[in-house]
Structures are given as structure tokens and as C-alpha cells.
Antibody
């Protein structure tokens, strides 16, 4: 069965960086992409970006350009999302989700359990 | 990119049908058949309910259906059940500025 298992909760200070992992199993990792979506407390879903696990191509949300990097390790079927220069409004639950190899297709059929990142001084 | 527009809340009684709208522009909802709908219960990850406007993933009840007209997509839930009470989000591919995916603000469904 398809599973995405994310790393545990993080507490970071403003200005620091965080790197969240997402280990995939139950499917051929390189046949899909991974998107990252975050949800601030009590708020809606926000798409952060997408990476092709086939060739590493990425698309990032415009507001996060320059602060976010998404990577994959095909040897371990793991995707990573690093967010730098953290601010208090980056406090959110971060989800990885399985996507298609073409960003345009746009839907996410399996989701990780979420990783709470808290940014506080 | 601006979020897609959804009503903040809708409600219905068990057995009734409800429809949630999702309004965008010709650069997203109106321009592509790549609208998806997600259900999210409190404290849980979102679950894909509809993709590519009207397709249901395996295992999703046929009480859920999707459609689109112009720049507005809709999710209809028929035969409302208590377990349908949740937040619902639409999303769409968008070519506005940079290629990306945009979500709606979410709709809280209350089953009375």
C-alpha cells in the first residue's frame, strides 16, 4: 500500500532553517512527483512546490522562491523540503503528497501524516 | 497567485444534497480541466475526493461528484451523512505568473 511517512515535529528560532523528510513506499518512487503543502494553525492549505522524482525538476510557489529547496534521494525513495530564513508566520503543519510527473495534472492522491514546524524565539 | 474563492461554510441535513462552489479565473479553473477537491477532518491530512473536475479515485463514495462551468467548479455531495462533516478544499493548476497549483480558502461543511 502507498505510504508517505514524514519526519517528526521541529521547533526552530527565527532566521534558522528546517529540513523535513518524506519517505515513500508501496510504489515506484521515480514514476511520480512530490508536492509540499502547508497549513498554518486554523488556516487553509497552501501549495509550496513540486518536484519530479524522475528527473529532479522543480516548481516553487512564487512567494517562497529563494527560501525553499525541494530535493529527492531516489536510492532511499525519500523527498526533502528545506525552508530557510524562518519567520513566525512559517509556523504550520507541512505535508508531502504524491503528485503526477507533470505538475499540470495537479492532484495529490496520497498524503503524509504532516510535520508540525514551530518557529518561535 | 490569489486563492480560489469558496464559501466559508455550508450546511445540510442528513440525506440532503449540498453543493460547494469554487470560483477562479480563465488562468486556472476556467482554463484547465485540472480541478481537484479534498476533504479534511480535524487533525487529519487531506484526502483526495475528486480529480480532473469530475473523476473519483477508487474507494471514494459515488455520493461525491464534481463539475465545472466556465470559471466555477462545484462539488456536490448527495445523501449527506454525519461523517461528511469536514472542511473541503478545491485546487487547480494555474498558469498565472508561474506554473503552480492554487487552493481555495476552504469550506466548512456542517451536517445538522
Amino acid at each position: 500500500q502507498v505510504q508517505l511517512v514524514q519526519s517528526g515535529a521541529e521547533v526552530k528560532k527565527p532566521g534558522a532553517s528546517v529540513k523535513v523528510s518524506c519517505k515513500a513506499s508501496g510504489y515506484t518512487f521515480t514514476s511520480y512527483g512530490i508536492s509540499w503543502v502547508r497549513q498554518a494553525p486554523g488556516q487553509g492549505l497552501e501549495w509550496m512546490g513540486w518536484i519530479s522524482a524522475y528527473n529532479g525538476n522543480t516548481n516553487y510557489a512564487q512567494k517562497l522562491q529563494g527560501r525553499v529547496t525541494m530535493t529527492t534521494d531516489t536510492s532511499t525513495s525519500t523527498a526533502y523540503m528545506e525552508l530557510r530564513s524562518l519567520r513566525s508566520d512559517d509556523t504550520a503543519v507541512y505535508y508531502c503528497a504524491r503528485a503526477r510527473l507533470v505538475l499540470r495534472a495537479g492532484h495529490f492522491d496520497y498524503w503524509g501524516q504532516g510535520t508540525l514546524v514551530t518557529v518561535s524565539s | 497567485q490569489s486563492a480560489l474563492t469558496q464559501p466559508a461554510s455550508v450546511s445540510g441535513s442528513p440525506g440532503q444534497s449540498i453543493t460547494i462552489s469554487c470560483t477562479g479565473t480563465s488562468s486556472d479553473v476556467g482554463g484547465y480541466n485540472y480541478v481537484s477537491w479534498y476533504q479534511q477532518h480535524p487533525g487529519k491530512a487531506p484526502k483526495l475526493m475528486i480529480y480532473e473536475v469530475s473523476n473519483r479515485p477508487s474507494g471514494v463514495s459515488n455520493r461525491f461528484s464534481g463539475s465545472k462551468s466556465g470559471n466555477t467548479a462545484s462539488l456536490t455531495i448527495s445523501g449527506l451523512q454525519a461523517e461528511d462533516e469536514a472542511d473541503y478544499y478545491c485546487s487547480s493548476y494555474t498558469s498565472s505568473s508561474t506554473p503552480s497549483v492554487v487552493f481555495g480558502g476552504g469550506t466548512k461543511l456542517t451536517v445538522l
